[in-house]
């Protein structure tokens, strides 16, 4: 009998390490090219080093553990978790310095995270909130190792964030005199920014919502609260961040896989996109039935469906166009006069969305040329 572990990945497990392998998965399957992902880390590293800048690549686009340490082992100098959950299954597994980039106000969360604290795990998080900090204070127990926090500035997102410099002066106060928080500097992001294709457009937006970064850094030193870290920015902003100079550490998470939202984007002014596909879905064609389409056995419980459709990666089935079909189900329109693929082969398809669409996965099946090298397990997948 397989233990646990080899259970969750018997579906390919068998074809790790077997020249070959790659084109015989079981479908549908996350498909990660490990040289691409590779390049990808290694590109984005050489800029941050260029910038000046640290790394702090944000886990919520992977949500895997051992992808973490890659980033790790590369230069990165911390992981971003988006939810107590994230960080909480990235601390089991061991990865370290980690920082929660949402308000943590739920007493279990509090509980579990401050356990994590006290048991050595290197954590910090964001308080956009006064009223937030007394009850951090009252499960955090070790004045001997306060626990750092970033004043999160909303900078025109709307969603977390201090709206006033007033606010964020109070946070950052309070957080200076506090016995087991301590003031680690802001925290500053923009979302909505980040998928506005055009760049010109995209830096005329966001450059003033940097004013009010700027603005909100130069109160805080003014009352003697310079902020040591400036954590924020991501994938669509990062070369205007970059220009701006202000933060001092990028949380662009997105970079490392690419998909079809950010393949439309003009990530750098004028230039190509420096970064490749390296995740995608494959999906086998389990019928051919009906004149000028394919069905696939990849739909709606394979995507995530809040962008775009996924679009086709690489020669096979060139010309036909990806269609969700049913919970199970998608389908390829082919172009006229063009042949079916043959029952059980396969295609490859860049997800629409990579955060959400890998949410909904168990696992990476990590590819170096034509063999699986290693099955990754998404092991902080899920909500809670």
């Not at 640290?54 to 100098?77: M, N, Y």
Request: glycine share 10%; with cysteine.
């Amino acid at each position: 009998m397989l233990s646990p572990d080899k259970l969750t990945l018997a579906a390919n497990a068998d074809l790790i390490g077997t020249p070959g392998s790659a084109a015989h998965l079981t479908t549908p399957a996350l498909v990660l090219d490990l040289e691409r992902l590779r390049a990808n880390q290694a590109h984005m590293m050489s800029l941050c080093r260029a910038a000046g800048i640290k790394l702090r690549p944000h886990g919520k686009t992977h949500k895997c553990s051992r992808l973490a340490f890659e980033q790790l082992a590369a230069g990165a100098v911390g992981i971003c978790c988006a939810t107590p959950h994230e960080a909480i299954a990235f601390a089991r597994a061991g990865v370290g310095n980690l920082l929660i980039t949402s308000p943590v106000v739920q007493p279990r969360h509090l509980r579990a995270l401050a356990d994590l604290r006290e048991s050595g795990v290197d954590l910090m998080i964001v308080i956009d909130q006064v009223d937030a900090i007394a009850a951090w204070e009252m499960v955090l127990t070790n004045p001997e190792r306060p626990l750092p926090a970033l004043v999160d500035i909303d900078i025109g997102l709307g969603r977390t964030g201090a709206s006033t410099l007033e606010q964020a002066l109070a946070i950052g106060r309070w957080l200076s005199g506090s016995r087991t928080l301590a003031y680690a500097g802001v925290q500053a992001y923009s979302g909505r920014v980040q998928h506005i294709n055009d760049y010109r457009e995209r830096r005329r937006i966001y450059w003033g919502q940097l004013d009010r970064l700027e603005a909100t850094l130069e109160g805080l030193a003014n009352a003697g609260l310079p902020a040591p870290i400036v954590s924020g920015g991501g994938t669509g902003t990062f070369a205007i961040d970059v220009e701006r100079g202000l933060y001092t550490e990028s949380q662009a998470g997105s970079y490392i896989f690419m998909d079809v939202e950010y393949n439309d984007v003009e990530l750098f002014e004028g230039g190509p996109c420096p970064y490749g596909v390296s995740l995608t879905l494959r999906a086998s064609i389990i019928s051919t039935n009906v004149p000028g389409q394919v069905t696939l056995n990849a739909g709606f419980k394979s995507f995530a469906t809040d962008g775009p459709l996924p679009k086709l990666h690489g020669e096979s089935s060139a010309g036909a166009r990806y269609e969700l079909y049913g919970d199970e189900y998608g389908r390829l329109i082919l172009e006229p006069g063009q042949c079916a693929p043959s029952i059980g082969t396969y295609v490859e398809l860049i997800t629409p969305h990579c955060d959400p669409t890998v949410n909904l996965h168990d696992h990476l099946h990590v590819i170096e040329g034509d063999t699986l090298v290693d099955i990754w397990r998404i092991d902080a997948r899920g909500v809670l």
